[in-house]
């Protein structure tokens, strides 16, 4: 646990990106936390999401009693009844915009792709924190977070046709296997059938058995030889996918 004892803005925001579970957040005053009473509601409602104490003893205000605890639920109502009020004023002016056929939407935000998957690259590694990361896209957190879950999801939809795709060219490659394996059965028995009469004329009935046997053995073991490679393809080409999934989803 670590007790953050923060004396000015720049102070609180900065614990407020370092903080972990379990540890408190500790100040002189609550326009150290914030600027406004919703901006003081969201930063305690975060704090509490991640298991964050806060505590402002001149506001009587300290999440690690029941009192405290109480007053953060009341805040985090307040501020849920906020959200709901504005989202209904929100899906009335959209229905209004809609009947005078003026709602186009919201617009996209325009972002550079490569430089969006550097910064994340960046983020992903440790290198640099989330919030200098959307500092650096000039990003909202929701813009930010809702990009990252876009790019996971197509991401996901990537592999599951490059999956879709190997399966189906495995299957084409044991449909062939198979065609191939017939023409050569096609082929022995017609290798038979031309030993068994050439011995009919040449040979007596043992030695043309002897040959049909011998003909069969060779087919069954060339069945087998392009059975057994087949699997081999098929396991290896699963291998290499599950390794290529498995190295993505890291």
Not at 50 to 68: H, S, W
Not at 156 to 178: F, G, N, P, T, V
């Amino acid at each position: 646990m670590t007790l953050w004892s923060v004396k000015d803005r720049e102070g609180f925001l900065a614990a407020l990106e370092a903080a972990q579970a379990g540890d408190c957040i500790q100040t002189e005053s609550l326009e150290t936390a914030a600027k406004s009473a919703r901006e003081l509601l969201c930063a305690l409602n975060d704090l509490s999401r991640r298991r964050v104490d806060f505590v402002c003893l001149p506001a009587g205000l300290d999440t690690r009693e029941p009192a405290g605890s109480a007053i953060l639920a009341f805040c985090r109502s307040l501020l849920d009844l906020e959200k709901d009020e504005r989202r209904e004023k929100q899906q009335q002016g959209i229905q209004r915009a809609r009947e005078e056929g003026k709602y186009r939407g919201r617009k996209p935000i325009a972002v550079d792709e490569t430089l969006f998957d550097s910064v994340v690259a960046l983020w992903r590694e440790g290198k640099i924190t989330a919030r200098e990361a959307m500092k650096r896209l000039e990003l909202k957190p929701n813009t930010f977070y809702r990009r990252i879950k876009e790019q996971e999801e197509q991401k996901m939809k990537d592999y599951k046709k490059m999956e879709k795709d190997i399966r189906a060219e495995l299957k084409e490659a044991a449909k062939q296997s198979r065609q191939d394996l017939s023409e050569l059965k096609k082929q022995v028995r017609a290798e038979a059938e031309s030993v068994k009469h050439a011995a009919d004329e040449a040979l007596d009935l043992h030695d043309v058995e002897k040959e049909i046997r011998r003909g069969r053995r060779r087919a069954e073991a060339a069945h087998d030889d392009v059975v057994r490679q087949m699997k081999k393809d098929v396991e290896a080409e699963t291998k290499e996918l599950k390794k290529l999934m498995e190295k993505e989803e890291g």
